[in-house]
């Protein structure tokens, strides 16, 4: 069945390729699919096998323990471009900045079920969380329809020029991260509690607790995923301690340790 896909098919492989931390065990079985077929067929293999299916995008707010991942692993990112869709990881995670929500422009996703129909659904209020999207079970969001605003392209490029410019004076955009790793407490940002108990810029091994952005875990070279985790225990344990809010993870943590 897997000798079936067009896309690619590999097996063992380090997921450490596929996430922006730059870490990750290996993938049982890794499939990058062509198209939305390929997906059935991996679905179906899964099914047949017995095996667990994890789904990931780009690698954005991803940590993959250093054990890998036992089953199968989906990447989906690009494969079903269209002009009129977009990946499952932005839609999946919700993305956002301050000034609003990827889910605020979503006028439609799509979904591939575990039986292989696809399936529409049009959002309504609260159908999207802080930085989440409830995809139903067992099946795997494929695309999405964006209702977007027409403005002049000077002005678009303009602001995105001005937008990247304040990213990297604050994010360490130069180094492997993972992104925000907690979410912000109500009232209160997870960058400012951590800088107060004192862990901007703890360092275990080539982990490191941002220097720049109190919020971000950079990957200085020869990190592994122990040492996020270690560090994340860490930061979860002081601010607990310190102020008794409990932060809660912003990114998905999957694997095994």
Not at 36 to 62: P, W
Not at 70 to 89: D, M
Not at 198 to 221: D, Q
Request: glycine letters at 12%; aromatic letters at 6%; charged letters at 25%.
């Amino acid at each position: 069945m897997l000798g079936e896909i067009r896309g690619e098919v590999r097996f063992k492989e380090p997921l450490s390729f596929h996430t922006s931390l730059r870490i990750g065990g290996p993938a049982d079985v890794f499939v990058v699919p062509q198209d939305v077929e390929d997906i059935r067929l991996a679905l179906s293999f899964a099914e047949r096998e017995q095996l667990s299916v994890e789904i990931i995008g780009g690698g954005n707010n991803l940590l993959v323990r250093d054990r890998g991942v036992r089953g199968v692993v989906l990447k989906i990112e690009g494969c079903l471009g269209r002009a009129e869709f977009h990946g499952e990881e932005a839609v999946a995670m919700n993305a956002g900045t301050p000034d609003g929500w990827i889910g605020d422009f979503v006028s439609a996703v799509y979904f591939l079920h575990p039986d292989g129909t696809l399936g529409e659904f049009k959002p309504g209020n609260g159908a999207f969380g802080y930085r989440a999207f409830a995809v139903p079970a067992g099946a795997v969001l494929v695309g999405a329809r964006l209702r977007l605003h027409r403005r002049p392209q000077a002005e678009i490029q303009k602001e995105i020029k001005q937008r990247l410019k304040h990213k990297k004076a604050t994010q360490p955009l130069a180094l492997a991260s993972v992104g925000c790793v907690w979410k912000n407490p109500p009232g209160e940002t997870a960058g400012r509690l951590i800088e107060k108990v004192g862990l901007k810029g703890k360092r275990l091994n080539g982990a490191e607790i941002s220097t720049k952005h109190a919020n971000f875990i950079v990957n200085r070279g020869g990190a592994n995923g122990a040492d996020i985790t270690a560090l994340m225990d860490m930061t979860r344990e002081r601010v607990q301690s310190q102020f008794g809010i409990a932060l809660e993870p912003e990114i998905r943590v999957m694997g095994d340790a």
